[in-house]
């Protein structure tokens, strides 16, 4: 035993091996792993099957065909649900059903601006969700250049009556794109709150992308109790170069219309189905994405992309013949863009079962090439599970992030209750180009990236569901 520990240090697992003689033949060392290779089998099929049939594209054309306007509260999100009961239908899903949700109703209305008096032009903005409206005729007053919310509050009475223009960009440098966008989507998320305090009268803020075009990228804003509610749009990152250049001259003129206003909640629903269980299906792996998308565009990565993978991979996984252990129930989500309350609604209702889900996984980040999945385990039990994901690097996406949070909005009351969850990582450099925006459409999804995120979620799935 002694001898035996000294020649695993000495010379590795190999020598350790050996040194057992007869109680460890070298043979039995070689022999094939099995569950390995069924394993690297099940990539193969799902991988195969959803190259080939390329399925998941045709799904999201039909969501984007059926519900190409599907914001929370609007005639599309009911249209998207519609299209979601009768899709999961189609491809054989049980216990297929809408479970209700409140949704917030926003509407958008005008929106334009432009540079008056000196530098006159017009500015391509959009309202960020949420935001006040103007008063018919619009605003106007001189805009304040800022880069943070520390430099609005220098300015002191400076910003008193003024337009504040957050202009800071997302940080090129970082190579996650999700971090530089955290890093600046502050001045989007509180920028009116910031401008309110200051006692400005509106907030123009520059688009999330590090792209420079001429496309604004609305999103979520908030107003603060207690602060006063200023309107709050996004401005397109080449205006907003444009508007600096201008502001480096001397003062600058803007004046914004915005239509939007805010109308009475409505009641929407989150899209549940399940594929069943063979031998616990009780026990739940869910796997879902948002239905709801930004007005701008049609959605289609953001999170149009999410609701394909999770539809095709059960799709997959019955086209393949693999019936799990434990039921896969997908869910699509409704309105997760505005305020997040499809997730929340979902944990609520289900509340009394929560401790039968054994994992989450969450897909919203886009239809691009997949390269493997966050965790939200730690140490002993996320090594447990990494064995499982790394057949997954065949096809590049073996990355396994462990302690790496929720893994999306949607399950993130799940996560705080307990149960594993998973969130699909994929290559994320191009999706704030597109991100709540026009540009957010079919063509910028690429069927062969979209097809290996769904092939990649099925297995991630099945392997969760039969463990
Ligand atoms: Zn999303």
Request: overall charge negative; charged content about 20%; some cysteine.
């Amino acid at each position: 035993m002694r001898r035996g520990v000294a020649v695993l240090v000495l010379g590795g697992l190999w020598a350790s091996a050996g040194c057992r003689g007869a109680a460890a033949p070298p043979a039995a060392a070689a022999a094939p792993d099995r569950a390995a290779e069924a394993l690297a089998a099940r990539r193969d099929a799902l991988v195969g099957r959803a190259l080939g049939d390329n399925r998941a594209i045709v799904l999201l054309q039909g969501l984007l065909d059926a519900a190409p306007r599907r914001l929370a509260g609007s005639p599309g999100s009911r249209a998207a649900v519609l299209w979601g009961l009768a899709t999961m239908r189609e491809l054989g899903l049980e216990n297929v059903r809408a479970e209700p949700v409140l949704e917030p109703c926003w509407v958008r209305g005008e929106e334009r601006a432009e540079v008056v008096g000196r530098g006159a032009m017009p500015l391509r903005v959009t309202a960020l969700g949420g935001s006040i409206g103007t008063e018919p005729e619009g605003i106007e007053a001189e805009v304040v250049e800022v880069r943070s919310f520390e430099q609005l509050a220098a300015l002191g009475e400076r910003a008193r009556g003024k337009l504040v223009f957050f202009n800071r960009p997302m940080p090129r440098w970082l190579r996650r794109t999700g971090q530089a966008y955290g890093e600046a989507v502050p001045q989007r998320t509180n920028g009116a709150i910031e401008a309110g305090k200051a006692g400005a009268i509106g907030a123009l803020v520059r688009s999330m992308t590090t792209a420079i075009d001429g496309h604004p990228h609305t999103g979520a804003m908030h107003y603060e109790d207690g602060v006063p509610e200023v309107p709050a749009a996004a401005i397109a990152t080449a205006d907003a170069e444009a508007l600096a250049a201008l502001c480096r001259q001397g003062p600058v003129r803007v004046r914004l219309v915005l239509g939007c206003r805010t109308l009475p909640d409505v009641m929407g629903a989150n899209v549940v189905g399940e594929l069943r269980g063979s031998e616990r299906p009780g026990e739940i792996v869910l796997i879902g994405g948002h239905l709801d998308a930004w007005d701008l565009g049609r959605g289609a990565h953001d999170d149009g992309a999410g609701i394909a993978h999770v539809l095709e991979a059960v799709r997959l996984l019955q086209a393949c013949g693999f019936r799990p252990a434990r039921t896969i129930r997908v869910v699509l989500f409704a309105n997760e863009e505005f305020g997040t309350s499809g997730g929340p609604a979902y944990a609520q209702q289900h509340a009394a079962e929560l401790a039968a889900h054994v994992a989450a996984i969450e897909t919203d980040s886009g239809g691009f090439s997949p390269l493997g999945f966050t965790c939200s385990l730690r140490g002993a039990e996320a090594e447990k599970l990494r064995r499982l994901f790394l057949p997954l690097q065949e096809v590049g996406a073996g990355l396994f992030v462990a302690g790496a949070g929720a893994g999306g909005a949607d399950i993130g009351p799940l996560h705080r209750a307990g149960v594993p969850c998973f969130g699909l990582w994929v290559d994320g450099q191009r999706y704030f180009d597109y991100h709540h925006s026009a540009l957010d459409d079919l063509p910028m999804v690429h069927e062969r990236e979209l097809a290996l995120g769904a092939a990649v979620v099925a297995y991630a799935a099945s392997v969760l569901a039969d463990r």
